[in-house]
């Protein structure tokens, strides 16, 4: 990979990101953009203040006992907000090796069945209907548990390779995965969650399992996480407003909230997360035009603004800056999916 070709501005983003006040932020940036070893003297130092940093202190002041993190938004989601927390841990770096991401694990994975997958939600969530209405399985059962859990470091997990055998179970034929079953049947997704050339393929339940399947050492390059990612890169959609939502999310500074509706943003800078982590590359015209697109949003000092929330305007920068130095020039990607303008909702004929 061709790392100079993917990075903008030469680096005149380095004094920017490197002069933001969170310690994690500026670790990022020296491991994963600068490339710093570990042994170097500030990597260390900043290691040490890991913990003190706002972003983190908060959530580990706030971990129960057993392990879990209390439902901040209303009762009974606390499950939800488990995974929550590890996502950004994870997303953090911190890994098994921590004790609150540790019992946080153990909690989430107390609540495992014996088919390798999670219970079925109970409740409402934000912005959707009851989750039990009928529901016999919902990929997102599995799929958001184990994301969190592999972004925190245990993919490779026994239990968590059983969580991945039941979710592969559930894919459909054309490499998506459902809405879920109610009564029998397939449940057809909602028009703003439709996936492009998948009759039936839900664009949440798809997202949250490629990207599961993603932070898996070895599963990350496979033919499931492959398809999947194929199907979503098919999406003709390039909104600015949304770019870089995901990460503003995981930090803290945009909500968490939703169920089915949790993916319902369409975030380029995650789809291009997931490509490089998957392997697709730049070969691709779909990947080469979302990379063009970032690329133009691209401010003259070599950021980008996140005008929702201008304080995650840094985050979301790093995060897009490690997406376009990752993603190779070429590789063995295969697309079988043409782009597709997206449509959530088929425009009604005029009667007259």
Not at 31 to 60: K, T, Y
Not at 109 to 124: A, C, I, R, T, V
Not at 210 to 225: I, M
């Amino acid at each position: 990979m061709n790392r100079e070709a993917h990075m903008a501005q030469d680096g005149a983003w380095a004094p920017l990101l490197l002069a933001d006040p969170s310690p994690n932020l500026r670790l990022l940036v020296l491991r994963e953009l600068l490339e710093r070893p570990e042994a170097d003297e500030e990597v260390q130092e900043l290691a040490a203040l890991r913990e003190s940093d706002p972003i983190v202190q908060n959530l580990l002041s706030i971990q129960d006992a057993d392990g879990s993190w209390p439902a901040l938004e209303g009762g009974r989601q606390r499950t939800r907000s488990t995974t929550q927390a590890l996502v950004r841990l994870g997303y953090l770096g911190f890994g098994p090796s921590h004790p609150a991401v540790r019992r946080g694990a153990e909690y989430l994975f107390g609540l495992q069945q014996e088919d390798g997958s999670w219970p079925l939600p109970q409740g409402k969530g934000e912005g959707d209907r009851d989750l039990r209405e009928g529901y016999s399985m919902i990929p997102l059962q599995t799929g958001m548990p184990l994301r969190a859990l592999a972004m925190a470091g245990y993919a490779a997990d026994p239990r968590a390779e059983r969580a991945y055998e039941w979710l592969l179970a559930r894919s459909l034929p054309d490499g998506g995965w459902p809405t879920g079953v109610r009564g029998g049947k397939q449940v057809f997704a909602g028009g703003y969650r439709r996936l492009a050339h998948s009759r039936l393929g839900c664009r949440t339940n798809t997202t949250f399992a490629v990207s599961a399947l993603a932070h898996h050492p070895e599963r990350r390059t496979g033919s499931e996480a492959r398809r999947g990612l194929d199907l979503l890169l098919a999406q003709d959609s390039l909104p600015a407003h949304t770019l870089g939502f995901e990460v503003a999310r995981t930090i803290g500074v945009e909500r968490a909230r939703g169920f089915f509706t949790y993916f319902a943003r369409y975030d380029v800078g995650l789809i291009l997360d997931l490509c490089w982590r998957i392997g697709a590359s730049l070969e691709d015209p779909r990947v080469a035009g979302m990379v063009d697109f970032v690329r133009n949003l691209q401010g003259p000092r070599g950021l980008w603004l996140y005008a929702a929330h201008p304080e995650a305007s840094r985050w979301v920068s790093f995060d897009l800056l490690r997406s376009l130095s990752r993603i190779d020039l070429e590789s063995d990607w295969l697309s079988l999916e043409p782009p597709t303008p997206f449509q959530p909702y088929p425009k009604a004929r005029r009667r007259y």
